[in-house]
């Protein structure tokens, strides 16, 4: 079994991994108004199997296939008591909720972490409908 902790602190990086730059303009404004009550984070996470490799598929390629077919958490982030699965989205919708969900899902099985794991949707603007379905998924939502 895996064990994962915080890589990186709670501030601001130079650079973000599988950020694009409208995640990140999003990110560094929930860090600047929330960063501090994290421990640190990890960012770019992979969970789940991944797709079957197939025998005769060559080393180097066999291991890109084993590492991109993975799914990937944008952030994960720790507390003293909780673990939280993190999806930075513009404009996020349903998808950004189902992402949550499976990753949280995944996230329990690949880790089996011994504290309890929270879900948590950052966007740029308010969806009056995500904002219900996040709470009725008991999902964070944070717009910033």
Not at 7 to 12: K, M
Not at 80 to 97: F, L, M, N
Request: hydrophobic share 40%; net charge negative.
């Amino acid at each position: 079994m895996a064990v994962i902790s915080p890589r990186f602190s709670n501030e601001r990086l130079k650079h973000y991994p599988h950020m694009f730059p409208l995640d990140i303009k999003i990110w560094e404004r929930f860090l600047d108004l929330h960063g501090s009550q994290f421990t640190g984070f990890d960012y770019d996470v992979k969970v789940g199997r991944g797709s079957s490799i197939e025998p005769e598929t060559p080393d180097n390629f066999a291991r890109m296939q084993a590492i991109l077919s993975k799914f990937r958490i944008d952030v994960v982030g720790f507390d003293a008591s909780t673990i939280y699965v993190i999806e930075v989205k513009p404009d996020a919708s349903t998808i950004a909720i189902g992402q949550v969900v499976s990753y949280i899902n995944l996230f329990q099985r690949d880790f089996n972490p011994k504290v309890p794991i929270r879900g948590v949707v950052v966007t740029d603007r308010e969806l009056p409908d995500i904002r219900y379905l996040t709470n009725e998924y008991n999902i964070d939502y944070y717009v910033v």
